[in-house]
């Protein structure tokens, strides 16, 4: 598994990373220059960061689950605490990082657009449920979205939470759902087994999972495949401008 890079109408596939483990879950720098992923080698999880040709790999520390904050001077990420993850942010120089109280099992960061609050799903009950957090760790609030879910993303506008949830699968498939931040107004997006959401910048559309890569509007309607078929499974993608 390597991180790749596609144009928005499916054309300028490339490849980013060779490696002889997994490298995936990418999340883009606000200004569009840097991508920080998930890379295993061993079967441990670590943070890299590159520039968006793939050149200047670096590590950044142990965790999962990276997400740029809006103004590009923090990272979020799921960072290893015993058995269970715990929401740590981080600045990409590697320096400042620190971990927010209550937010044991969590993983799949989302920042709020003005920087002040973090969206993630945590895991330590068993279930995966979703919460915001402060990004000054004061305080988190939650669960929020009536149940469980995960893959969390924050719109471009702060008014709504994509996530993913199989609450109307009898099975282990899923679909993409929204809700408001305060965790109301819960409406399904998706009817293809869908996962994996994350918005365009605009807030006009969104990207998933179905397998493979598909462009949807916002409402969930119009999605369109990207042709990614040749690059294995497709998921956890991120938007840029």
Not at 116 to 122: D, G, H, L, Q, Y
Not at 135 to 144: F, L, Q, Y
């Amino acid at each position: 598994m390597d991180v790749y890079v596609v144009d928005a109408d499916g054309t300028g596939l490339r490849r980013l990373t060779t490696s002889p483990g997994d490298d995936f879950d990418p999340s883009w720098s606000p200004d569009g220059t840097r991508i920080a992923f998930r890379r295993e080698r061993s079967g441990e999880p670590e943070i890299w960061i590159m520039n968006v040709d793939g050149t200047e790999q670096r590590r950044l520390t142990d965790g999962l689950s990276p997400a740029w904050s809006p103004d590009g001077s923090l990272i979020a990420f799921a960072g290893p605490s015993g058995s269970s993850g715990i929401i740590t942010v981080i600045r990409p120089d590697g320096t400042g990082r620190r971990t927010l109280p209550h937010t044991e099992g969590g993983e799949y960061p989302s920042w709020s657009p003005d920087g002040t609050r973090i969206v993630f799903n945590s895991n330590l009950t068993g279930d995966h449920l979703k919460y915001v957090a402060q990004a000054d760790g004061s305080k988190v609030v939650g669960p929020v979205g009536g149940g469980e879910g995960w893959q969390v993303d924050w719109s471009p506008d702060g008014r709504f939470i994509l996530f993913t949830s199989h609450r109307d699968h009898l099975d282990n498939y899923t679909d993409v759902y929204v809700m408001r931040p305060d965790g109301s107004g819960v409406r399904r997006l998706t009817q293809q087994r869908a996962y994996s959401p994350a918005w365009s910048p605009d807030g006009e559309h969104i990207v998933f999972s179905a397998p493979g890569l598909f462009v949807t509007n916002a409402g969930g309607t119009g999605a369109i495949p990207l042709p990614t078929e040749h690059v294995g499974e497709s998921s956890l993608p991120d938007w840029a401008e």
